[in-house]
């Protein structure tokens, strides 16, 4: 019997928890992928085009394109986060020649020509650092925010607290103006942000369970989750490390594994001390409403999904 296919794009900045999500993606019949957007964010943006093909040779999917993105936010400074990722971004994972080259042509007209170029709705996308690229297209092409489906957002933060701020998620910090864009466009995303990743914690039991798989794919992720475990424990103060970026895959692949609430978000682009902070207001009215916040995750059911997807890979 055929798997029903969703068209997805993959906007990222790989990074560990990125890499991840992107085996997750790669192992799953049910997502056609049309495209690899990359962008600056937890490495600059040429380690993060590299990371993202060699992660594609590991996953043995060269056939699909990687197209590199935006080398700087909107309108901030580039923020690195290369101390929770290594100097490569790919933890321990050996980088070695990452194979067929990037496609040609920016991410931002990728995107656009994907989404422009299919029936409205029919392109959905996981979001898995800056909105650099999502939000320049917004930018580029302001009907593009009412063809996309499904944006899943891996973003934010509201009663867990900030990451990289006392108040403020990396993603978000690392180019507010971005994030304010989408969240005015009418895109209607979905958010799992630290509320939400925070619930899934990458165990050394569920880490076993990969490694015990033995394919390619289960192997690199248990190398690069037991990194991020190693830097939860020098830098966070804990045992096991939030599985962030996976839960964007894992929303597309499983919504019923997340519980979400409508709610107004806005980003604050001004303040110095609070910037990218998310205001999530579950109290708006419905017209204010501009996406779905995560308040919950089933960690069991997004391990168990890793687990099973990675295990035929």
């Not at 997805?8 to 993606?25: Q, S, T």
């Not at 700087?72 to 933890?91: E, N």
């Not at 804990?238 to 609430?261: M, N, S």
């Given at each position: 019997?055929?798997?029903?296919?969703?068209?997805?794009?993959?906007?990222?900045?790989?990074?560990?928890?990125?890499?991840?999500?992107?085996?997750?993606?790669?192992?799953?019949?049910?997502?056609?992928?049309?495209?690899?957007?990359?962008?600056?964010?937890?490495?600059?943006?040429?380690?993060?085009?590299?990371?993202?093909?060699?992660?594609?040779?590991?996953?043995?999917?060269?056939?699909?394109?990687?197209?590199?993105?935006?080398?700087?936010?909107?309108m901030?400074?580039?923020?690195?986060?290369?101390?929770?990722?290594?100097?490569?971004?790919?933890?321990?994972?050996?980088?070695?020649?990452?194979?067929?080259?990037?496609?040609?042509?920016?991410?931002?007209?990728?995107?656009?020509?994907?989404?422009?170029?299919?029936?409205?709705?029919?392109?959905?996308?996981?979001?898995?650092?800056?909105?650099?690229?999502?939000?320049?297209?917004?930018?580029?092409?302001?009907?593009?925010?009412?063809?996309?489906?499904?944006v899943?957002?891996?973003?934010?933060?509201?009663?867990?607290?900030?990451?990289?701020?006392?108040?403020?998620e990396?993603?978000?910090?690392?180019?507010?103006?971005?994030?304010?864009?989408?969240?005015?466009?009418?895109?209607?995303?979905?958010?799992?942000?630290?509320?939400?990743?925070?619930?899934?914690?990458?165990?050394?039991?569920?880490?076993?369970?990969?490694?015990?798989?033995?394919?390619?794919?289960?192997?690199?992720?248990?190398?690069?989750l037991?990194?991020?475990?190693?830097?939860?424990?020098?830098?966070?103060?804990g045992?096991a490390?939030?599985?962030?970026?996976?839960?964007?895959?894992?929303?597309?692949?499983?919504?019923?594994?997340?519980?979400?609430?409508?709610?107004?978000?806005d980003?604050?682009?001004?303040?110095?001390?609070?910037?990218?902070?998310?205001?999530?207001?579950?109290?708006?009215?419905?017209?204010?409403?501009?996406?779905?916040?995560?308040?919950?995750?089933?960690?069991?059911?997004?391990?168990?999904?890793?687990?099973?997807?990675?295990?035929?890979?």
């Amino acid at each position: 019997m055929a798997v029903a296919r969703r068209t997805v794009i993959i906007d990222g900045d790989p990074g560990v928890d990125d890499a991840v999500a992107l085996l997750l993606a790669f192992a799953s019949p049910e997502l056609d992928i049309a495209a690899i957007t990359t962008v600056a964010g937890n490495v600059p943006a040429v380690l993060t085009a590299r990371n993202a093909r060699v992660i594609r040779r590991i996953a043995g999917r060269e056939d699909v394109p990687v197209h590199a993105g935006c080398v700087h936010p909107v309108m901030r400074d580039p923020v690195k986060a290369d101390h929770f990722h290594g100097p490569s971004g790919l933890g321990d994972l050996p980088v070695d020649d990452p194979g067929a080259p990037l496609a040609p042509g920016h991410a931002v007209d990728a995107l656009i020509e994907v989404v422009m170029g299919r029936p409205p709705r029919a392109v959905d996308m996981a979001v898995m650092g800056p909105m650099t690229n999502l939000a320049l297209a917004i930018r580029l092409q302001p009907a593009l925010a009412g063809r996309l489906g499904t944006v899943a957002v891996m973003g934010g933060a509201r009663s867990e607290g900030g990451n990289i701020t006392a108040t403020a998620e990396y993603n978000i910090h690392a180019d507010p103006h971005a994030a304010d864009i989408v969240l005015r466009s009418g895109v209607r995303p979905v958010l799992l942000g630290l509320d939400c990743t925070h619930q899934v914690r990458a165990t050394e039991a569920r880490i076993g369970d990969l490694e015990a798989l033995g394919t390619p794919s289960a192997l690199a992720a248990a190398s690069l989750l037991r990194f991020s475990n190693r830097i939860e424990r020098a830098v966070g103060g804990g045992e096991a490390a939030p599985l962030h970026d996976p839960c964007t895959v894992a929303y597309l692949l499983a919504p019923e594994l997340f519980e979400t609430r409508p709610c107004r978000i806005d980003v604050e682009t001004a303040s110095p001390m609070t910037l990218g902070c998310t205001a999530v207001e579950f109290r708006a009215e419905p017209a204010q409403v501009n996406a779905l916040w995560a308040v919950k995750a089933d960690a069991e059911g997004v391990f168990a999904l890793l687990t099973e997807r990675l295990g035929a890979s």
